[in-house]
């Protein structure tokens, strides 16, 4: 006997992949309606890119670049690398230099879309996101950068949240640049290293962090993960640079003032904010919030940042001879909606169907003359879609979380009225045709 011919496909998701269920999306929809709403009021424009784009368009820009598909998901086809975006960011830069003459500068634009990374997943970190961008490319000004702030603020207040549960990091490329000349270092793959070890300060914490910036780190499963090799007097240096309460970066201070002049204040000044990719220039920042998140066991786990982002000067210019400044930031919508729903009861009203219960099938005529009556008036309703006796019918009104079924059997069509029963309380009630809509409106 063939055993190949018994192999069933998994039922099982790959890891790092998750199924999101309706409430959780219609949380979603709602988040990012807001959104939109925002970014209409402070004039972004709308962009979508493709999922797919060729590697080297984004792949220098990556955290790990060893191979051409590292940290993304990639294919060969026609001799070129094709890989799924890792994040908004190059794929608007590789926008911009295409159309560089056609669209204006500064050039606002913001973007919705699923971002999807190669690496190790864990607790609340899948390899498939949807993430929401905002960027001005075209522009020196850290009106800009300051701004980003303010609407990102904007949009978690409106979803819900209050001041004290948020607070907007910043930092500074700058600060990180001095530390490395302390350092003395100049490899780029070494002070890449740094940058990534740094940034995982947030999620690991310093100690665990520490040992990423020393010899390496061995994970709880066992993986090992290659240090930057940084001797101890190094990693003292770090260490007390992450102390500063205040910092002596202009553009740093200079973002403060505008912040002043938009009364601007659930932000902090925190040297740890790091940014573990590479092209950040200038500025840089990070949403966290403040307060307990919980795994679906029930633990409170280290949640860290929900999105960030800073100022990349030089990104653009990687596809040309373009002068293109920008400063964009980003916010990973499933980790912010995940943490929403444990801080905010959502009063989300799902749809549930009125079923018109099937007695007869050579009746379809009558009960479509019902449901049309129905749907005319935006009722959510249907004629029951399955095959079975009308105890199987109530068992699938009950499990759908149905207000009302409609019993229309042969004594109900004789006397041109319609039998009602509110599923909640039980209670039936017989109602003319044409009343249907109206009663129904009461149960809703």
């Known amino acids: 006997m063939n055993k190949e011919k018994n192999l069933k496909p998994s039922k099982e998701l790959p890891l790092g992949f998750v199924d999101r269920q309706e409430k959780e999306l219609l949380i979603r929809d709602f988040i990012i309606s807001n959104i939109k709403e ?18 080297d368009s984004i792949g220098k820009f990556l955290p790990d670049k060893e191979r051409p598909d590292q940290g993304v998901f990639s294919f060969k086809d026609e001799n070129k690398w094709l ?57 020196k000004s850290l009106l800009a950068d300051a701004e980003l702030c303010v609407l990102v603020s904007e949009i978690l207040e409106k979803c819900g949240l209050d001041k004290k549960d948020y607070t907007v990091k910043i930092s500074s490329r700058k600060f990180t640049d001095k530390i490395f000349e302390q350092l003395k270092i100049k490899s780029k793959e070494q002070i890449s290293t740094t940058l990534r070890a740094l940034d995982k300060i947030d999620r690991l914490g310093w100690e665990e962090a520490k040992k990423l910036l020393g010899e390496g780190r061995k994970d709880k499963s066992g993986d090992y993960t290659k240090g930057a090799n940084l001797n101890s007097d190094q990693i003292k240096i770090i260490e007390n640079a992450l ?56 633990q409170v786990i280290q949640f860290g940042s929900i999105g960030g982002g800073g100022r990349y000067d030089n990104l653009v210019s990687n596809f040309g001879n373009f002068d293109c400044p920008a400063t964009g930031i980003s916010i990973g919508l499933d980790r912010l909606v995940f943490a929403l ?8 009203k799902t749809a549930r169907p009125v079923v018109i219960c099937v007695f007869d099938k050579n009746k379809n005529k009558e009960y479509i003359g019902i449901l049309n009556k129905l749907r005319m008036l935006n009722i959510s309703s249907e004629i029951y879609p399955g095959e079975g006796k009308l105890k199987k019918q109530m068992e699938y009104a009950n499990k759908i979380g149905s207000p009302a079924v409609i019993l229309y059997g042969d004594d109900e069509i004789k006397s ?3 039998t009602l029963k509110n599923l909640e309380s039980g209670k039936e009630s017989l109602v003319k045709i044409e009343d249907l809509a109206n009663e129904i409106k009461k149960l809703l």
């Open 38 to 55: 925002v970014m209409t009021k402070y004039g972004f424009q709308y962009l979508e890119t493709p999922s797919f784009e060729y590697t």
């Open 83 to 139: 890989s799924l975006r890792y994040d908004l960011t190059a794929p608007l830069a590789r926008y911009v230099a295409k159309n560089y003459l056609e669209i204006p500068k500064p050039f606002k634009r913001y973007q919705l879309g699923t971002v999807w990374r190669n690496e190790k997943p864990g607790p609340g970190r899948f390899r498939e996101f949807l993430q929401f961008d905002a960027d001005y490319v075209g522009t």
């Open 243 to 298: 102390k500063s309460k205040t910092s002596d970066s202009e553009d740093v201070l200079e973002i403060i003032r505008i912040f002043t002049d938009y009364n601007f204040e659930n932000y902090k000044f925190d040297p740890s904010v790091i940014r573990g990719l590479e092209y950040y220039t200038g500025p840089i920042f990070e949403v966290n919030l403040n307060f307990e998140v919980k795994n679906s066991k029930g």
């Open 341 to 348: 729903m444990q801080k905010k009861d959502f009063k989300i």
């Open 416 to 418: 041109g009225k319609a």
